[in-house]
């Protein structure tokens, strides 16, 4: 089933990023974590649908999507940033495999983030998110999307990893064996990946030989 919805907020995050809270169909119901299809609501848009999260909880009285923009083509998030209060997306039914399974580490890569950002904020809600980790790798620091309410949030371990720069205070580097190994100290926990295919695919493979199990890791096959 379709919805069109008109946007009530926009809001900035990081470099390229901004926030989109739209109205909320009645009985609209989703689990954190998930994501739908995302159209514009305009002439020889409708039809071009991209995969979004929700980043608002399902108690919450609107929907929510953070989502980058990407401007080295015409294309959709290009488009979106464009778009101003008072006009109208076209979101699907919700679905996902990136849920919360139990306690463990995020592993991150950019945008690949966004799936995390309501299931801490639904584990801090319920008074759980202590004992959790979140591995954020991004280009530079202009990148980090959420970064101040990460980094608030009580409970949760952040670990920023920069790979086209250096800053005081944050890594530099890759998320690869060598990092992993480094800071977890336990590979009997629950894993969850997001980000671009290959980063998703490598850090699987890394994980494996690192001794977790194949069940225990959490992503969008």
Known sequence: MTHTLT???ISPDARNVFSYDLEKPDSFSFQPGQA???SIDKDGWR???RPFTFTSLPGWDRLQFTIKSYH???GVTDQLSKLLVGDQLIIDDPWGAITYKGKGVFIAGGAGVTPFIAIFRQLHDEGNLAGH???FANKTERDIIHREEFEAL???TVRHILSQEERSGLD???IDGDYLRDHVSDF????YVCGPDQMVEEINATLSDLGAKPDSLVFEK
């Open 47 to 49: 039809d071009q649908k």
């Open 133 to 135: 980790t979140l591995l």
């Open 36 to 38: 739908t299809e995302v």
């Open 154 to 156: 009580p409970g949760l």
């Open 188 to 191: 009997d926990q629950h894993f």
């Open 172 to 174: 530099h580097g890759h």
């Open 7 to 9: 946007i009530k907020a």
């Open 72 to 74: 080295d083509h015409d």
